[in-house]
């Protein structure tokens, strides 16, 4: 009798670790009763061993290294001042991984994005000075990963693995194929995020949304047939995306998005949570603090509001960039020159100050947390409000030059769009802005300089583009100078303070005055722009 149990056991088993997801004869076998420890989507939130989970998400950057000639990956070669890059054997570089993630854990956080993708070629990663290919070396680079997925685990951590875009490489095609399928059964993994920003990172830049939404198919299809058990996101840069990369056309699981500066984070929240219909959370979200420059009050306060508001708008999670304050970056010059030295260094919510200790297994770490740490603790007890749009909503930044009149038009049903995101450029094309149409499809294009090149589109609908448009301004009740002698022409959001917006008695990030969103010198007004819904099936 027990031999006659013990055999349908086994069937059972066998039968319920098949799936009908396969390549070449390799099943992605997972135990039915471990499948609820794979992080899943339910309805607007995800979950846990059938329990809400709720992603509290850190960013952390791997380096690679070079160790008695064998590859391996590595904590940031900055983070802990430097310290990272001394270190000489494995042995040494798993224990700091161990320290990290220990310490992220007791920060409160429950998943990390490991930022998997930091490279110098489209085809390799780069260590010491040595390349590893993606194709050549596909089973040292997994190898490599296989030992930080351990720690991860071990100290009972999600991770969201941000890889190289296999976009139109077939090397990166064939070694994102292999990563899926060796990762299929970890559920330590728990989505896979396929692209960082395409909005700056996609290097072509004429992509129609029909050729994007294919490219995701393509990866959709790759996920369902090599990793069924996990999900699949995008980290979108901001709503400017829906130029092309339309996240309400994707067939993602759930939308990943960053945003940063305080005149316009919870613009781009309210955004994404009214427009894109699908589950969201937050990918990245910062502010700089040194406390100096900008106090770690400020950052305090930019993460409590900026995590409630996320959860007042329905967001699922949450995520922060970055671990520790990294003096000598270097991997991207796009990042030292859009957003600038500061913004690079004092993000991070550790200093590289002094030291603390681990409370579990007495790890010294050597830097110290930024006060804005302590507020996790209180997430948990925070209950969602209805979400308010932000006083700023239709002119972010507070220009104050010139305004343009406008609206957007169904041009299959006559309605007004709303949410349509309206982009405007100056004649040298060297400054950019950027509204939102409203409830009755009406938008107010406000900027510093005279605006002649415009680009506006909206979620799921087709994108119209025109240039060298000829406008005549006439001057409002607040002209102060002649319309030749404006000032601030080419001021860009990246040079824009939140400071002097901030409303004198609160002095609070985020609470701004709103007198200060709603003039301009001059105006004048468009013809409205027609829009058409595209022909591609929204996926949820």
Known sequence: ???????????????????????????????????????QLNGNEFQLNDTAFFPLMINYVLNWRVVNDTFVLSPHRYYEDKRIAGLQTAAEINERFRAHFEYIREMGFNTIRLCFDRTSGENFYEADGKKIFVKENYAEILRALDTVVRIARENDLKLMLLIKEPVENADLEFFTEKLLQHFCAEPTIFTYDF??????????????????????????????????????TIGFAEPLEVFRWDAQLLDVDFVSFHTYHPLRALNEIYWYSTYIDKPFMIGETALPADNDTVPYEYQRQF??????????CGAIGYGWWEFQEAHGYG??????????????????????????VTAKNKYIIYGTPKPAVAEIAYFSDY??????????YYNMLGYSNFVIHGSVIDGTTEKPVAGAVIRGWNKEWNVGVNTFSDEQGNFTLFSNDKLVHFKISAPGMNAVNFTNKSLEYSATKFAYTHIDSVPNRLLEYQNISYMPFLDTVANTVFVFNPDLFSKAQFETSIAPVYLKPIAIKSVK
């Open 195 to 232: 692209i960082n920003e395409p909005l700056y990172f996609d290097k072509n830049g004429k992509r129609s949304k029909e050729d994007v939404v294919a490219i995701v198919a393509g990866w959709r299809a790759m996920m369902t047939r090599l990793a069924p058990h996990q999900l699949f």
């Open 331 to 356: 991997w991207s010059n796009f990042k030292e020159t859009c957003c600038g030295d500061f913004n690079v260094r004092h993000t991070a919510l550790l200093n590289t100050r002094d030291s603390v």
């Open 383 to 392: 209950q969602p409000k209805t979400k308010q749009r932000p006083v700023n």
């Open 303 to 312: 993460l409590k509001k900026s995590y409630e508001f996320a959860r007042d």
């Open 1 to 39: 009798m027990k031999k006659i149990v013990f055999l349908l056991f086994c069937i059972v088993t066998f039968f319920s670790c098949k799936t009908p997801h396969s390549k070449n004869g390799q099943n992605c076998c997972v135990e039915a009763s471990l499948k609820s420890q794979f992080v």
